[in-house]
């Protein structure tokens, strides 16, 4: 039988499809080992093994527990962990940016995280906002020339009215996509009101990392960045809206995923979200 080019190309793309699916749907998830900074250090190595029983390999963090960091990292690698990104803080940033590239090459992480932005009580503002643009473009650029990507985690203050849109807007429009883009947590996008599915497709490519952390029904909101942590239950449990969210970050251009469970029962809770990450189709 004489198949046509084009056939032949239906032939094999059809083959592939489903793999790539597959692909998709088997999409590794890590766990933020803040879920874990009540265990962790009462027996590190013991609660490391914890969490690489339940599946996680990826992970963030930073810090060494107070172990000399070499012998933290020797037993990362022996259980066979990968540090995808470690945190920094503001001052940090501004003060001290060779410690934090030293961390994050001493780990072999390639994403630095800052998850806060300093601002007097509640009161966020344009002029913290514009600071902030200021610090981490300037960081942000430095990090990209030593191999490393700058992201900022929102906490949900970020949110507030300015102009015709929000702080957030205003900070996505300034940091420098070369240098600075984002770590969504989907709780802190939900808790002020926001929409992770629609910001996810408003900001393509600009969330590179993502905290999976769902929050239990008919819990209020606020803007303030503040939130009882024993509100984060199982993924899929809650009002966040996993399921919808995890396929749109696909398309969005979400690269690692870190399962965020600031709650007491953490331990138990982890386990059950991993296996509703695995159900969804």
């Known amino acids: 039988m004489n198949q046509s080019p084009f056939f032949r190309l239906a032939i094999v793309l059809l083959v592939l499809l489903p793999a790539n699916i597959s692909a998709a749907r088997s999409q590794e998830i890590g766990a933020q080992l803040y879920s874990f900074r009540n265990q962790i250090p009462q027996d590190i190595p013991g609660t490391l093994q914890q969490i690489r029983a339940m599946g996680i390999r990826e992970i963030e963090g930073g810090g060494s527990y107070g172990l000399p960091m ?44 800052c998850f806060w932005i300093p601002h007097k009580g509640d009161d966020f503002t344009i002029e913290d906002a514009r600071k902030a643009v200021e610090v981490f473009n300037a960081a942000g650029k430095t990090l990209k020339e030593n191999g490393l990507s700058l992201c900022y985690h929102p906490h949900g203050y970020e949110f507030r009215p300015y102009e015709n849109g929000t702080l957030f807007d205003f900070l996505a429009a300034g940091l420098n996509p070369a240098w600075v883009n984002f770590e969504m947590d989907v709780f802190w996008i939900k808790h002020p009101g926001q929409d992770p599915v629609a910001l996810l497709k408003k900001y393509p490519g600009r969330f590179l990392l993502m905290h999976l952390k769902d929050r239990a029904r008919g819990t209020p909101g606020n803007d303030g960045g503040h939130a009882d942590v024993e509100t984060n239950v199982v993924l899929g449990t809650g009002d966040v809206g996993i399921e919808a969210i995890m396929k749109q970050a696909r398309m969005s251009g979400v690269k690692h995923f870190f399962i965020e469970d600031e709650s007491s029962r953490s331990m138990d809770q982890v386990p059950k979200s991993i296996a509703f990450l695995k159900s969804l189709k």
Request: charged fraction near 30%.
């Open 70 to 113: 070499a012998d933290y990292k020797a037993m990362l690698d022996k259980m066979g962990f990968d540090m995808v990104s470690i945190g920094a803080d503001f001052d940090q940033l501004q003060k001290d940016l060779p410690a934090v590239i030293r961390e994050a090459k001493a780990f072999g992480a390639r994403y630095v995280v």
